[in-house]
């Protein structure tokens, strides 16, 4: 199969973005978890808002993949159109390649869907804490 970083360059030109959108996910998670864990009076407005961008980021990651995906796609589609004869291992090759960022892309909306659902629920539960208090 392979080395994660020769797959990781085999998936093409739009693994980089994903890659940093799954770095800008990881930092916003490790910021709301030590605001939402560790800090007391944080601006609960400010903290959903950053919870919220965790979201939005793993869903942009999906939408990067599947552009590339279908762009890829028609790159392929047009030169078998193009080709009187073209081998099935190589179009076999080129759906591979062109699913391993869908894959990574569906790995980042996963992992950023489930620290968004856990940290809103974290969020909620402080507010609703300090509303009983008051």
Do not use: H
């Amino acid at each position: 199969m392979g080395t994660l970083y020769s797959i990781f360059i085999r998936g093409g030109p739009f693994m980089w973005p994903l890659l940093a959108i799954a770095i800008i996910i990881l930092f916003l998670t490790i910021k709301n978890t030590n605001w939402l864990y560790w800090k007391v009076n944080s601006d609960s407005i400010r903290v959903e808002q950053n919870i919220n961008a965790i979201l939005f980021f793993g869903v942009l990651s999906l939408f990067i993949a599947f552009f590339g995906y279908y762009l890829g796609l028609n790159i392929a589609m047009n030169a078998i159109y193009r080709a009187n004869d073209i081998s099935p291992v190589i179009i076999a090759s080129g759906y591979s390649q062109a699913l391993i960022p869908l894959v990574f892309s569906l790995g980042v909306f996963i992992f950023a869907y489930c620290v968004w659902y856990l940290l809103r629920w974290r969020l909620k539960r402080l507010v609703s804490i300090d509303l009983k208090q008051k």
